[in-house]
């Protein structure tokens, strides 16, 4: 027998009885963003290499070791992209949509980031993307927040997330606050670990989001950002935690929150839970305002922020499970009990899908029995029973599979009449 092939470690195929929470979940978020206003974008699943090393940085764990980069058949260098924040601004500089005008558009689908494997961490992950070009204000900043709140209440899963923000002030302030850091860290170097020492002259802010629990203590009382930034940096950041106060948000300023990826500025923030153990992060995102003039497009504010999908998944599997009731929508499985009933049964759906109902057909003959574990199981809320009394008296059976209630016999229409009451 030839040798059977299994998926790319850390790619996940989604099957038949999982579909219907994904498709419960996007649509949720198709009408959040229809909601407040955002229109859909799409953008390649593969982009020019030095898209992603000229926005999320040379020094960061994405571009140094998660990207999946090939040569092509032309010998151009292409990776799958990692993220969609880069794409994004590519795309709205190529078409010139944010050029004297505000944008709002949101996106989704599949990532790729060379990871190890495990629980809310994947290789190939799903994002759901938000950004927003053409707005300086804090009232934006404070607005993807409150978006993200309001799903939150939507999926019943606000008791598990909190909320963590942190300003990052502008570029002048980082880089004074890097060579602070060099200088705080270098005089501690014996108790940096790997990772941290080879960051200590690339990219040092990323010292203070390592996991590694024997340095948090020389994390813990490092010199702060906030200290370093400007008057206008934190008058805006003040506005964002007023916004979100008005709205009723709690959050927590964790000054430590810096962000894995290079083109941040001002405001950042993370929806963070202890139900996923190590992977906590469900939702990050923050200002970019120099990202569109790196890329080459006309200086334009911008902020956005993303969620991983499987991670949120999780989250409401863990914490409202029932949310996802509403993920079966079939109203009625079509049984027959014997091959001449087939022809009856083929009229009976069309005429329930013709009163818009979501109808499956058992067209396997099995045995009435496999059959109705099949219907029972399939999480439809009703059976037809097609059988020889439908063919002589006209008489159809239904089943009732998700209340406990006698089976009604009866006319067509006197069924559908039941189904739509069920
Ligand atoms: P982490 O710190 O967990 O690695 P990150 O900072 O790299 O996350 P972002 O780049 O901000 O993550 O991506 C936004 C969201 O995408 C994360 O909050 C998370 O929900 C999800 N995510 C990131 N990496 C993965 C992954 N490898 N598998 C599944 N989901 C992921
Ligand atoms: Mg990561």
């Not at 060379?114 to 809310?120: A, I, L, T, V």
């Not at 020492?197 to 203070?208: A, G, V």
């Not at 922020?305 to 991670?311: M, P, Q, S, V, Y």
Request: charged residues 25%; aromatic residues 8%; proline residues 3%.
């Amino acid at each position: 027998m030839a040798q059977t092939l299994t998926a790319v470690r850390g790619m996940n195929d989604l099957l038949p009885q999982d579909s219907p929470k994904w498709q419960l979940i996007e649509h949720t978020l198709r009408s959040l963003s229809a909601s407040f206003g955002y229109d859909e974008i799409r953008f390649p699943l593969v982009e020019k290499t030095e898209l992603f090393c000229r926005s999320i940085g040379e020094g960061t764990d994405i571009v140094e070791k998660e990207m999946y980069t090939f040569t092509d058949l032309n010998g151009e260098s292409l990776t799958l992209r990692p993220e969609g924040t880069a794409p994004c601004c590519r795309a709205v500089i190529e078409h010139g949509l944010a050029y004297n005008q505000v944008q709002k558009v949101w996106y989704q689908g599949p990532v790729f980031r060379h990871e190890r494997p495990q629980k809310g961490r994947y290789r190939q992950f799903h994002q759901f993307g938000v950004e927003a070009f053409g707005m300086a204000g804090a009232m934006v900043d404070a607005e993807l927040i409150v978006m993200t709140a309001a799903l939150w209440r939507q999926l019943g899963i606000q008791s598990a997330l909190s909320l963590e923000i942190n300003t990052l002030g502008d570029k002048d302030a980082r880089s004074a606050y890097r060579n602070v850091l060099i200088e705080y860290f270098s005089a501690h170097e014996d108790k940096l670990d790997e990772d941290s020492k080879r960051r200590l002259h690339k990219n040092p802010l990323r010292i203070l989001d390592s996991k590694n629990k024997d340095m948090q203590t020389l994390i813990e009382s490092a010199p702060k950002l906030i200290e370093h930034i400007s008057e206008e940096c934190k008058a805006h950041f003040d506005s964002v935690c007023a916004h979100l106060t008005a709205h009723g948000i709690n959050y927590t300023v964790n000054p430590r929150l810096v962000r894995g990826l290079d083109y941040y500025n001002r405001t950042v923030f993370e929806w963070v839970t202890d139900k996923l153990g190590a992977q906590g992060t469900v939702c990050a995102g923050g200002r970019y305002d120099g990202l569109i003039e790196e890329l080459g497009g006309r200086a334009t504010p911008a902020v956005g922020f993303a969620l991983g999908i499987e991670r949120l998944l999780l989250v409401v599997d863990a914490v409202n499970p029932r949310y996802f009731d509403a993920a079966i929508p079939l109203d009625c499985y079509v049984i027959c009990e014997d091959s001449d009933s087939e022809s009856v049964a083929a009229l009976a759906e069309s005429h329930l899908r013709a009163q818009s109902f979501a109808v499956k057909t058992d067209c396997s003959g099995a045995s009435f029995k496999a059959q109705f574990k099949r219907a029972v199981a399939s999480g439809a809320r009703t059976a037809l029973v097609i059988s020889q009394d439908t063919r002589t008296e006209q008489k159809y059976s239904l089943k009732y599979l998700t209340e406990k209630k006698d089976a009604f016999i009866g006319s067509l229409d006197e069924c559908i009449d039941q189904i739509k009451q069920a």
